[in-house]
């Protein structure tokens, strides 16, 4: 194995938010190789990585990050000696029908990956092994093994509609959902293993990301399936609660920016700064789609917008979701690149190439 090429765990790369970053991160760093875990679940698939499928610093293995003899054989063959941890169960709609297996992958999972990594890289608490504390002379990369942990908004609750009230990485969790409840138990654990362990880790909490690869069930992907394929399109109660909308891509340049560069032990929140209702969204998909693809050429009579239809509210829907991204902007220079009239284009076009196919 080539020492001077450092390996990093990707837990969840064949997600829609893994499968973004992986080749963005192999392009980016020549010096490292990726091991991407991922279980498969109904959520991930290997077809939205068939750019890196041949790449030589690229490994794919299947399996459960609550699996802790696989997780260990992992670090062991491959030397892992960083972590990015996306794996997770993340529709609030399932996470509703079926908690537990909420619980099972995104706290008992990431405890898993966390104590393995602990054990692999400390001696004991506040001390890393030898071997990443003193390095041979060029042949590693001397920062210490870092955990990173991929988590979200809906770990701190819901807003009230004052524009200035926004998620900040001080604000109190308040998870309201099964889902961001497992989500903020993971957060805890990551926090403990800094706290109690010493153990180099960091977490980013993200607003709604929208992009290429998502899977079928979120809502941009099931505006313009459902819209070309002439159906209902399924608006949940009055259709106004808010979301800050965040381009995968820029999510992912955020994430690289925090693995690399954020302070041990720090939150960053990473948010686009792009608040729309949900109905703000469907009329813009709406209006794209009515320009790309003419509703009388799809047999509509008039706008997609005819087909949207309001549907019984999610149980525990959150109102509003704003982050305040001052923090990884200031401290570490991110900015997006996308907003989110430049990025629901090409989202569009993206999702066009794929249900048209």
Sequence with gaps: MNRNIKTILITGGAGFIGSNFIPYFLEKHPNCRIVNLDLLTYAGSLENLREVENHPRYRFVHGDIR??????????????????????????????????????????????????????WMEKPFVYKERFRNPEPGTRNPELPRFHHISTDEVYGTLSDDPDDLFREDTPYAPNSPYSASKAGSDMLVRSYVETYGMNCVVTNCSNNYGPKQHDEKLIPTIIRKALAGEPIPIYGDGKNVRDWLYVLDHCKGIDLVYHTGRKGETYNIGGRNERTNLQIVDAICAILDEKVPPQANKHPTSYKSLVTF???????????????????????????????????????????????
Excluded at 327 to 354: C, P, Q, S
């Design 67 to 120: 699996n802790r003899e696989l997780v260990e054989s992992v670090f062991e063959e491959h030397d892992i000696e960083g972590v990015i941890h996306f794996a997770a169960e993340s529709h609030v709609d399932n996470s509703i029908k079926n908690p537990g297996v909420f619980v099972e992958t995104n706290v008992n999972g990431t405890f898993t990956l966390l104590d393995v990594a602990y054990r692999r």
């Design 311 to 357: 549907v019984e509210d999610r149980a525990g829907h959150d109102r509003r979701y704003a982050i305040d991204a001052t923090k990884i902007e200031t401290e570490l220079g991110w900015k997006a690149d996308e907003n989110f009239e430049t990025g629901i284009v090409k989202t569009v076009e993206w999702y066009l190439r794929k249900y048209r196919e």
